[in-house]
C-alpha cells in the first residue's frame, strides 16, 4: 500500500484516531478562549440563550456549550454503531464533527442551536429505529416528540418536519396510524406550554414560538460572520463530493444503509437551502448541517482508499488548521 493512502486509512480506521481528536479539540477550545476576546459575554435577551444563559461568566457558558458538542460527539458513535451507516467500524464522523466545531470560535457559545441539534439527532434515532418495522408507531412518537421539543429552542426547526416526515416514508413506516402517533408526539409539548401559558395567564408564552415560525427575514449574508460563511462553504464542498460518492456507488451499500445515506444527504441539502433562504437563522442550523454533513463526508473517506482520495483528505486537515489560525490571527 502507497504512503498516501496508508495515511488516509490509518487516520479514518485507526483506534486512536478519536481520542487524539478529542485532545486536539480540548486544546483549541482552550487556545480560543485564551486568544479570542469574549464578544458574547454578558449577552442577554428575550431568547432562550440570553434568558438562561445569558449572564454566565464567559468559562462556564463555553465549557457548558463544550460538553454538549462532546455529547452529540458521542451519540454520532452510538448511531454508527446501531445503523452501520458507515460500513467500516470507525469514528471518522465523530472526529470531523469535533475538528469543525473547534474550529469555528462563533459556535463556542452556548445558543439554542446545539440544544435543537441535539434532540433532533435523538429524533433521528428514533426514526431510523422505525426502519421497516410492522408497529412504528411508539418509534415515530419518540422521534416527533423530540423533534417537537427542539423546536422549543429553535421554532423554524418545525420546517424539518416534512423531511422527517418523508423519511418515515422512505423507511416504510409510515402509515396512517404512524402518522397520527407522530403528530400525538410533535404536539405533547405544545400542549404542556399551552397549559404552563394558560396558568399564568401569559398566552403570548405560547404564541410567540408559532409567529416567529412564519417570521420570514431578508437575505442578509453581511451579517453573518465571514468565518461561519467560509467554514459553511468549506463543509458543503466536502459534502457535495461525498454526496456524489453516495449516488455513484451506492449499490455496494446494503438497502438500508443507502436509505439511510439518502435520507440524510437530502436533509442537510434541506438545511444548506433553508440557510440561503434565511440566513438570519444561519447559525442555529449550522450545528445540526455539520452533524448531517459529518457523516456523509465520514462515510466518504473511510470507505475510499485513492489518491485523489487521500489528496482530498489531506486538504480537508489542512482546511481545519487554516480555519483555527484564522480565528485566533483575526478574532
Known amino acids: 500500500m502507497a504512503p498516501g493512502k496508508r495515511f488516509q486509512h490509518r487516520i479514518t480506521t485507526g483506534r486512536f484516531t478519536l481520542p487524539v481528536v478529542l485532545c486536539i479539540s480540548i486544546g483549541c477550545w482552550v487556545l480560543l478562549f485564551l486568544?479570542?476576546?469574549g464578544w458574547n459575554e454578558g449577552r442577554g435577551g428575550a431568547s432562550f440563550r440570553g434568558a438562561l444563559f445569558g449572564y454566565l461568566p464567559r468559562s462556564v457558558d463555553q465549557g457548558l456549550s463544550w460538553l454538549v458538542y462532546t455529547l452529540i460527539s458521542y451519540i454520532l458513535i452510538g448511531i454508527n454503531n446501531a445503523f452501520s451507516i458507515i460500513r467500516v467500524r470507525a469514528s471518522v464522523q465523530t472526529s470531523l464533527f469535533l475538528?469543525?466545531?473547534?474550529?469555528?470560535?462563533?459556535l463556542h457559545w452556548l445558543s439554542e442551536g446545539v440544544f435543537a441539534t441535539l434532540f433532533t439527532l435523538l429524533s433521528l434515532i428514533f426514526l431510523f429505529r422505525s426502519y421497516q418495522k410492522e408497529r412504528p408507531q411508539g418509534d415515530l412518537f419518540h422521534s416527533f416528540l423530540m423533534l417537537g421539543i427542539a423546536c422549543f429552542f429553535v421554532p423554524e426547526f418545525v420546517f424539518l418536519t416534512p423531511v422527517l416526515l418523508w423519511g418515515a416514508w422512505s423507511f416504510q413506516s409510515l402509515e396512517p396510524k404512524s402518522f397520527f402517533a407522530a403528530l400525538v408526539g410533535w404536539t405533547l409539548p405544545?400542549?404542556?406550554l399551552f397549559g404552563h401559558a394558560y396558568f399564568h395567564s401569559d398566552m403570548e408564552l405560547f404564541t410567540a414560538p408559532?409567529?416567529?415560525?412564519?417570521?420570514l427575514e431578508p437575505l442578509a449574508f453581511p451579517e453573518v460572520d465571514i468565518r461561519v460563511l467560509s467554514m459553511t462553504g468549506y463543509i458543503v464542498f466536502l459534502w457535495i463530493i461525498g454526496s456524489v460518492h453516495c449516488a455513484v456507488t451506492g449499490y455496494q451499500e446494503k438497502i438500508r444503509t443507502r436509505t439511510f445515506l439518502s435520507f440524510l444527504i437530502l436533509m442537510s441539502f434541506f438545511i444548506w437551502i433553508y440557510q440561503l433562504l434565511q440566513?438570519?437563522?444561519?447559525m442555529e442550523f449550522l450545528p445540526l448541517l455539520m452533524v448531517l454533513s459529518a457523516f456523509v463526508v465520514g462515510h466518504f473517506f473511510a470507505v475510499t482508499d485513492s489518491k485523489s482520495s487521500n489528496w482530498l483528505f489531506r486538504?480537508?486537515?489542512a482546511g481545519i488548521l487554516a480555519f483555527f489560525v484564522?480565528?485566533?490571527?483575526m478574532p
Do not use: E, H, T, Y
Not at 475538528?99 to 462563533?106: H, I, K, L, N, Q
Not at 440566513?279 to 444561519?282: A, H, L, R
Open 35 to 37: 486568544f479570542v476576546p
Open 99 to 106: 475538528m469543525w466545531v473547534a474550529a469555528c470560535s462563533p
Open 190 to 192: 405544545w400542549w404542556f
Open 210 to 215: 408559532f409567529l416567529q415560525m412564519v417570521s
Open 279 to 282: 440566513p438570519g437563522d444561519f
Open 315 to 317: 486538504f480537508s486537515v
Open 326 to 329: 484564522w480565528n485566533i490571527w
